[in-house]
T-cell receptor
C-alpha cells in the first residue's frame, strides 16, 4: 500500500540555520510522482516541487533543495539559511498514476517548521 | 487569474443538516479532487474526478458525495453531517493526463464545524 511518512512532527530552528525535512515513501509502482507543499499560517497550500520517479537528480531552487534517493525511498527537503518567513507546515505527497487510476494522492502528516528570529 | 475557488470559506452547522461546499476552477482542468485536513493526519483524499461524470473514491469517502456535471465545478455534498466531519476541506485541480500526475492547484480551504 502507498504511504508517506514524515516522522518529524515539529522542528524549531533559529534564523539562518539550515534545516532538513524528511520524507519517506512506500509504493510498489515503478512510476510515481513526489511533491512538496508549503502551508503558511494563513492556511493556503503552496506548491513547491514535483518530481517523477525516473528523475533522481537533486534540485536546487534558491535556498531550497531536494534530495531524491530511490534506494532509501526518501525525498528530503532542505532549507538553507532559514528565514522567519519559512515558518509553515510542510507536506510531502506521493501519487502513483496508472492509465485507469491516475492521480490518487497520499500525503504525509506534515512537519511544522518554526523559525525563530 | 488562474484559480480554484471554494465557497463558503467558513461554515458552522448542526448535525444532520445537509450542506454543499462548492468548488470551481477556471483553468479548464480535467482532474479535480477533494481533501480533508485534520491535525496529525495531513491531507486525506475524499473523492476525485478525472472528467465530467467520472468520479472515484479516495481514502475517506464515507459520509460524502460528489458530482461532476460540468468540467469547472466539483461540489462536495454532506447529506447528513456529523461532528466527526468537522475539518478543513480543500479542493484541488490539475490538468489530468492518464498515466501522469500533474501539479495540483489548491483552493483556499473551507473550515467546517459540525455541532
Amino acid at each position: 500500500a502507498q504511504k508517506v511518512t514524515q516522522a518529524q512532527t515539529e522542528i524549531s530552528v533559529v534564523e539562518k540555520e539550515d534545516v532538513t525535512l524528511d520524507c519517506v515513501y512506500e509504493t510498489r509502482d515503478t512510476t510515481y510522482y513526489l511533491f512538496w507543499y508549503k502551508q503558511p499560517p494563513s492556511g493556503e497550500l503552496v506548491f513547491l516541487i514535483r518530481r517523477n520517479s525516473f528523475d533522481e537528480q537533486n534540485e536546487i531552487s534558491g535556498r531550497y533543495s531536494w534530495n531524491f534517493q530511490k534506494s532509501t525511498s526518501s525525498f528530503n527537503f532542505t532549507i538553507t539559511a532559514s528565514q522567519v518567513v519559512d515558518s509553515a507546515v510542510y507536506f510531502c505527497a506521493l501519487s502513483d498514476p496508472s492509465l485507469y487510476n491516475f492521480n490518487k494522492f497520499y500525503f504525509g502528516s506534515g512537519t511544522k517548521l518554526n523559525v525563530k528570529p | 487569474e488562474a484559480q480554484v475557488t471554494q465557497n463558503p470559506r467558513y461554515l458552522i452547522t448542526v448535525t444532520g443538516k445537509k450542506l454543499t461546499v462548492t468548488c470551481s476552477q477556471n483553468m479548464n482542468h480535467e482532474y479535480m479532487s477533494w481533501y480533508r485536513q485534520d491535525p496529525g493526519l495531513g491531507l486525506r483524499q475524499i473523492y476525485y474526478s478525472m472528467n465530467v461524470e467520472v468520479t472515484d473514491k479516495g481514502d475517506v469517502p464515507e459520509g460524502y458525495k460528489v458530482s461532476r456535471k460540468e468540467k469547472r465545478n466539483f461540489p462536495l455534498i454532506l447529506e447528513s453531517p456529523s461532528p466527526n466531519q468537522t475539518s478543513l476541506y480543500f479542493c484541488a485541480s490539475s490538468l489530468g493526463v492518464a498515466g501522469v500526475t500533474d501539479t495540483q492547484y489548491f483552493g483556499p480551504g473551507t473550515r467546517l464545524t459540525v455541532l
